[in-house]
């Protein structure tokens, strides 16, 4: 794996000399300004280059809080100057989402579902277009119901399917459907596992990632305030997923991978489960083992992300 170059800010690095295009708009060019608006940054307010131009991982994940404590883990592992609680929240000025910058890493939350993502993404995808960054992956860690395997497992995602088990998403633009393929760099998803075989007690698999718009009865829960089904149709949907390989459920997977692609982005989805769908719906694991399962994700990014920056012995 070669080391990639680090404190390489967008044009000024002369090893690239063409610039790979994360937007694919029209429109983009022919603006004066351009605000960022669930961010609270823009192109005349902000020096996006300066600020941002050195990123080359960016991580994604739902809580605020976590994204928060992925930028204070990645702090002491990459052993940047300064002490942790010094890192601010770049969008403090917005409740919206938060944004964390550690060295080349960027850790940014984007909320619960498709709608929360996609605005974030927008925003993220032009802000990597605005300070002209190169060689740029994204990750998604974040957690998930799993389909047939012990609580705590951490899936790589291999294609991450609708809710009709279908490596696609579909986008209602202009009032019609655009239709857009999930697929996610199998490289990426194979390095990702080799780096978990290299760390103690993250056990990982690759397998299909089912990506919904609910999480109670649109993932089959029998709890929630509604519920349309027996408990007999509920096992019949969820052994359908997991013959068509899916092996956890979340809310984000699917658009996450629709827009890297489309934004020639190199993407990852790596969640952790925290119970067993075949076995329940509630999620009733104690507060410090749910903890720990999410720092799972992240210990095997962060892994990834030090090899990557030549900083494993
Ligand atoms: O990144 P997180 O852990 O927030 O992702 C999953 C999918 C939904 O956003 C949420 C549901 O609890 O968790
Ligand atoms: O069951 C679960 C757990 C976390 N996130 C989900 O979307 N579903």
């Not at 940054?41 to 996006?48: A, E, F, P, V």
């Not at 619960?112 to 998604?140: N, Q, T, W």
């Not at 860690?141 to 279908?166: H, M, N, W, Y």
């Amino acid at each position: 794996m070669t080391p990639i170059l680090l404190n390489c800010r967008g044009a000024e690095c002369s090893e690239y000399t063409e610039q790979v295009q994360y937007v694919k708009n029209p429109h983009l060019e022919s603006m004066e300004e351009d605000i960022l608006y669930h961010f609270n940054l823009g192109t005349k307010t902000h020096n996006l280059p300066a600020m941002f131009g050195d990123i080359k991982f960016v991580c994604v994940g739902g809580s605020a809080n976590r994204m928060r404590a992925f930028a204070q883990f990645m702090h002491q592992e990459l052993g940047q100057p300064g002490h942790v609680d010094d890192i601010r929240d770049i969008c403090e000025e917005t409740d919206r989402y938060s944004m964390f910058k550690v060295g080349p890493v960027l850790s940014v939350s984007h909320g619960m579902g498709a709608p929360s993502i996609s605005i974030m993404l927008h925003e993220l995808i032009k802000l990597l277009y605005h300070s002209r960054c190169r060689d740029v992956i994204l990750f998604r860690i974040g957690t998930s119901g799993g389909i047939g395997l012990a609580p705590g497992t951490v899936v790589i995602t291999d294609k991450a399917v609708d809710s009709f088990f279908r490596p696609q998403f579909e986008q209602v633009v202009l009032g019609k459907v655009i239709v857009r393929s999930t697929e996610l760099d199998e490289g990426l998803s194979k390095e990702l596992l080799q780096c978990s075989t290299e760390l103690p007690d993250i056990p990982t698999v690759i397998a299909n990632t089912m990506c919904t718009h609910d999480f109670y009865e649109g993932q089959g829960r029998l709890d929630g305030a509604l519920c349309s089904f027996s408990t007999e149709e509920k096992l019949e949907y969820l052994r359908k997923a997991h013959e068509a390989g899916v092996r956890n459920i979340e809310m984000e997977s699917t658009v996450f991978a629709a827009m890297c692609r489309m934004c020639n982005l190199k993407a990852a989805v790596i969640c952790v489960t925290l119970l067993n769908r075949f076995e329940g719906d509630q999620i009733s694991t104690h507060h410090d083992v749910l903890v720990e399962y999410q720092q799972r994700p992240q210990g095997l990014v962060a892994h990834f992300i030090k090899k990557r920056l030549g900083l494993m012995a």
